[in-house]
């Protein structure tokens, strides 16, 4: 019982269970429970040789109801007494690696939501993938309770990623702030994510708070980052809160800047409820939960709310805040960001950017949010056709978590019916991918990544956008065609500036500026093809620059190109699933590559089996993967050489037989080793 209530009501519990047991007992046994220090398993021994068990199991079965019911009752928050006026909701912004989540650790001690822990490391990157690879994927919110100056501020806290490829979770989560922490490593400096993400709050109007961390490290430049905030940002030094969130040094200026500066959130109480879905995600035992801001109204248990998308409505089954795990409230006000959960069990009918409102009143819907803008297409199929449906229904809880992915059914002639999906960039691929086999136990094929070029086709000039190189139609029908380019900024030391611009020009960049934001540090824009930047690119940018250089890129538009339509053929027989759409100055050196990956992991036969790469009805590669031969002149020792002769001619005929009716089906584990080779 103890273990299950809350410690205070122990010892009024114990006493409680003794005068029961002495009730239902008769007055000729109840000298053994004379005193309360008797403990509960003595009584119920007793009370067992009394032939009174039952009664005595059944009346505290009653009294540990009721207490526990009191217990749930006392840990639902109120959150009446939390006006907008005492209410901030705010995010943490940087770039990779700045240090979002030791400072969001470091505020959940500092207002006691958690218990202050050497062990307190990234405590709301709570995925399997984020603990493996040290690196924030998706948006995490925790309510947090703070004494200023004699009044209980409720703080909304939302901590966002940092890496390009999840800047849809920042911008969702930018929607529900007034204001937002901008934290720069002094170490690193000014990055390009940093850039992008100032950009992102300052569009929005958001009220910027500049943190400037690490300032305790060996190599720290508080003075040169200071000169870089105020060169790009226009932020003056007394604005920068300096502070190392590892060791809480200065942390505890934050909390108080942030009532100070930030703006409680606007909205009208005495209106029907309106409020902003920004995230959700799946529990197997309560379906669909919801991460809402209240702009208008209240929302309480009980209540029956309607989706503007859908318009479906629900009961509401609870409401609460995130501590950051689930805890219930009475209700959810004007300013307030929490989770309501209805009981929904269809995924897709909790869009993130939808309106919620009272069922029944009218109000004007949101405006929502843009959908994601996919950089990266990729086809996904099941290993095991088997589970097909298993991995759809995977699919759609999945994302319902993460609504930037793009997601379509697809067809192909090697792997069987699967899905195309799009994603915003090449971790965001593999992070989904590993999200899968990790959460829901099921392994998948991940087809070659591929952006949307753009054709022009047919007699009407036809516009066609390809994001599946099977649909790629002949090439006497295509006119013109399109690939898509990014405008990518790089910031990094000037020292590697002649390397990085040579790598730049090698992947057919056109360079747009170059600027000096300090004596030795540099940002340079380039626009590149998409196409050379989504597999290797970051990678070997992080290598010249020995880790110092950050890249960020955003859509530029199309410009005209030489497409190549590179087709894989096995004795012959076109391979749909390792097809691929490159630049024709790409299209030899790819289509090599992949005709000596597909030489290692196909097995020999009894018939040599020809690999070839064509491109634009040119085979452009080939490789050959030699027969197994029988020693036929093993019996021959000696005599006329032409009876040698005769046995080869022979098998060489044999063979030229079996590979005409011969046919190779490539294993599954086939495409997945060579798809996942780097």
Request: aromatic letters at 6%; glycine letters at 6%; hydrophobic letters at 40%.
């Amino acid at each position: 019982l103890r273990s299950q209530l809350l410690p205070a009501m122990a010892l009024p519990l114990c006493r409680a269970v003794w005068h029961t047991l002495a009730t239902i007992c008769a007055p000729q046994q109840r000298m053994t429970l004379l005193r309360p220090s008797s403990t509960i398993a003595a009584a119920a021994s007793h009370a067992l040789r009394c032939n009174t068990l039952t009664a005595a199991s059944c009346s505290l079965r009653r009294l540990h109801t009721s207490a526990a019911a009191r217990s749930r009752q006392a840990d639902i928050l109120d959150l009446s007494q939390f006006p907008q006026e005492r209410v901030r909701n705010f995010s943490i912004i940087a770039h990779v690696d700045h240090g979002k989540s030791t400072l969001a650790d470091r505020l959940l001690e500092i207002t006691g939501t958690i218990q202050k822990s050497a062990s307190n490391k990234q405590v709301l990157d709570r995925l399997p993938v984020e603990q493996q690879r040290g690196v924030t994927v998706r948006a995490h919110t925790a309510s947090l309770f703070y004494e200023h100056e004699g009044q209980t501020y409720l703080l909304n806290l939302i901590d966002t990623p940092g890496h390009v490829d999840f800047n849809y979770e920042v911008s969702c989560s930018l929607a529900a702030c007034q204001g937002t922490l901008l934290v720069v490593d002094v170490g690193q400096g000014v990055q390009a994510q940093t850039v992008a993400n100032f950009y992102l709050a300052f569009e929005r109007g958001l009220q910027i708070i500049p943190v400037l961390n690490k300032i305790d490290l060996q190599g720290a430049d508080v003075p040169g980052t200071t000169e870089q905030m105020r060169t790009l940002f226009d932020f003056e030094p007394s604005e920068m809160i300096p502070i190392s969130a590892k060791s809480g040094l200065g942390v505890e200026n934050i909390l108080p800047e942030v009532i100070k500066r930030i703006p409680a959130p606007a909205g009208h109480a005495d209106r029907p409820l309106r409020c902003l879905l920004f995230d959700s995600w799946y529990d197997i035992y309560r379906g669909a939960i919801m991460l809402v801001e209240v702009l208008d109204g209240s929302i309480r248990k009980g209540d029956y709310i309607e989706s503007k998308h859908t318009g479906k409505s629900f009961e509401v089954l609870e409401v609460g805040l995130l501590r950051p795990d689930q805890v219930p409230a009475t209700q959810l006000c004007t300013g307030h960001v929490g989770y309501v959960i209805t009981g929904m069990k269809n995924p897709e009918e909790a869009l993130v950017g939808d309106t919620w409102f009272a069922r029944g009143a009218t109000v004007e819907a949101l405006p929502g949010f843009k959908p994601a803008k996919c950089m990266v297409f990729s086809g996904l199929y099941p290993v095991d056709p088997a589970d097909y449906e298993q991995l759809a229904a995977a699919l759609a809880k999945l994302t319902l978590d993460d609504s930037s992915v793009s997601l379509r059914k697809d067809t192909s002639a090697a792997l069987g019916a699967g899905w195309r999906l799009g994603f915003l960039g090449m971790l965001h691929m593999d992070v989904f991918s590993q999200r899968l086999e990790q959460e829901y136990a099921t392994p998948v094929i991940v087809t070659s990544p591929s952006v949307s070029y753009k054709l022009i086709v047919g007699p009407d000039n036809e516009e066609m956008l390809i994001e599946n190189p099977a649909h790629f139609p002949e090439a006497s029908r295509v006119k013109a065609s399109y690939e898509p380019v990014v405008m990518g900024t790089l910031v990094f030391p000037d020292t590697y500036l002649g390397k990085i611009i040579q790598l730049c020009e090698e992947r057919r960049g056109e360079q747009v500026d170059l600027t000096y934001i300090s004596e030795s540090r540099v940002v340079l824009k380039y626009k590149l093809p998409l196409s050379e930047i989504v597999e290797t690119f970051f990678d070997e940018v992080k290598s010249i620059s020995s880790g110092f250089a950050s890249f960020d890129y955003e859509d530029a538009g199309y410009i005209p190109a030489d497409l190549a339509h590179v087709q894989i053929l096995i004795n012959n027989q076109p391979v749909d699933a390792l097809g691929m759409l490159s630049h024709s100055s790409r299209a030899y050196e790819r289509g090599r590559l992949l005709c000596e990956r597909l030489k290692e992991v196909i097995h020999r036969q009894l018939f040599d089996v020809a690999i070839q790469a064509t491109a634009k009805g040119k085979v452009i590669a080939r490789e050959t993967v030699k027969a197994m031969r029988k020693d036929v002149t093993a019996k021959c020792y000696g005599g006329d050489i032409t009876r040698k002769m005769k046995l080869l001619s022979r098998q060489k005929e044999g063979k030229k037989k079996m590979r005409m009716v011969g046919n190779i089906e490539l294993p599954k584990e086939a495409f997945l080793s060579v798809l996942k080779k780097k």
